[in-house]
């Protein structure tokens, strides 16, 4: 695996990471309430409550921590993050304008944080996905202004489904601007009983991830969009598992719930990628043998504690062979050319201006 000269290796790169500046929650204190978002401190906690409801976990230090994120980094044999904010900040239930405020915010952040470490980082932009030409709009801000190389939404808003033509809007701007769509499962709405033992997030997630993804195939959504990309997290669900019942359903299903496509679910592979966070070393053999060659691409969650300690060591445990590891580590078909060289090559754009930024620290504690 080389560089574009084909002399130097190309960078390890972590798709899947989150972050929350210090940024981000300097400006939910200083503007938060006009929009429905507050900082609540419980004991020695804080959570963030948007429109009500409050985060699943506090504010976690290493969702800030640059310095121990780029120590992991370094100890994981991590080179580049690919990093995108915490979906529990997603603001799906506020209206379209106090949404757009909260996505901006966290995508100004980012950009403070790529702006400087280019060599570490990469960022995936939050959009208001409630109101899909707010979203539109916010994801042509971050990519054009901003330099962000994807784009993270949840795999629901509310009951609406990801086939939803009213994201037509969206996935437009999506291939018009040429970037990866992150599919990752928000925690929204989740009732008590899937609380218990952390089911909503052992069950639930992988669930909400793979309604997602059937919705995209069997909706109809990646036949009208031929040139998505579509990373879908935690190892793409179940979809790797029970892609032949998804088959069965395009025709068995009855006439009523009938796919309103024409392509079968594994005929539309080649628009998904699926990230290497299984925890399971069978389980990680059977996706890179079940997807198309480069469409696994490395994963660690980070810095959540379902995270993968050491995503790189995983593809050793999980035998795969040189081959199979090389296109693993390569994330040049997700992300594009851009991923090889990261703030240096890609489309032409002046580097972004930080936001201002409060001290290290900021005020994350009670």
């Known amino acids: ?63 800030n ?5 780029l120590a992991w980094m370094d100890a994981a044999g991590v080179d580049v993050q690919l990093v995108a904010p ?28 790529v702006a400087e470490h ?23 801000r971050a990519v054009g202004e901003l330099g962000h190389r994807a784009v993270q939404i949840g795999a629901r808003v509310g009951e609406a489904g990801l086939d939803d033509q009213g994201l037509d809007v969206f996935w437009d701007a999506a291939e018009d601007l040429d970037v990866p769509v992150i599919v990752h499962p928000a925690e929204l709405d989740v009732p008590e009983r899937s ?31 031929p040139r998505l990309r579509v990373l879908l997290v935690h190892g793409g669900g179940f979809v790797p598992y029970q892609i032949g019942r998804l088959d069965r359903g395009f025709s068995a299903a009855p006439p009523a719930f009938r796919a309103r496509g024409e392509l079968r679910p594994r005929a539309l592979l080649d628009r998904l990628w699926f990230d290497s966070v299984l925890h399971d070393d069978d389980a ?18 980070y810095p959540f504690p379902m995270r993968v300690d050491r995503p790189v060591g ?41 936001p201002p930024r409060p001290a290290p620290g900021g005020r994350w504690t009670a």
Do not use: C, K
Request: charged share 20%; proline share 8%; net charge negative.
């Open 65 to 69: 921590d640059v310095p121990a994120r």
């Open 1 to 63: 695996m080389n560089g574009p000269g084909g002399d130097a290796p190309a960078p390890v790169t972590d798709v899947h990471a989150h972050h929350v500046g210090a940024h981000v929650v300097e400006r939910i204190e200083a503007e938060g309430a006009a929009h429905g978002v507050r900082m609540v401190r419980q004991d020695t906690a804080v959570r963030v409550e948007v429109a009500g409801r409050l985060s699943g976990l506090p504010l976690i230090p290493p969702l």
């Open 195 to 225: 609380r218990r033992l952390f089911l909503h997030i052992l069950v639930g997630n992988p669930a909400e991830t793979t309604f997602a993804a059937a919705a995209l195939m069997l909706g109809g959504i990646l036949e009208r969009h």
């Open 284 to 301: 990680l053999r059977h996706l890179v043998d079940f997807a198309d060659p480069g469409h696994v691409v490395l994963g660690s969650d």
């Open 118 to 140: 280019p060599d570490r980082f990469l960022a995936a932009a939050a959009v208001p996905l409630q109101e899909p030409g707010l979203a539109a709009a916010e994801l042509r």
């Open 86 to 113: 915490w979906m529990d900040l997603a603001g799906y239930e506020l209206d379209g304008p106090d949404g757009h405020w909260l996505s901006a915010a966290q995508n100004d952040a980012l950009a403070a944080l």
């Open 314 to 354: 995983a593809l050793g445990g999980a035998g795969l062979d040189a081959g199979q590891r090389a296109a693993v580590l390569d994330p040049a078909g997700l992300l594009g050319p851009a991923a090889a060289g990261t703030g240096l090559s890609g489309p032409s754009r002046s580097t972004p201006s930080a």
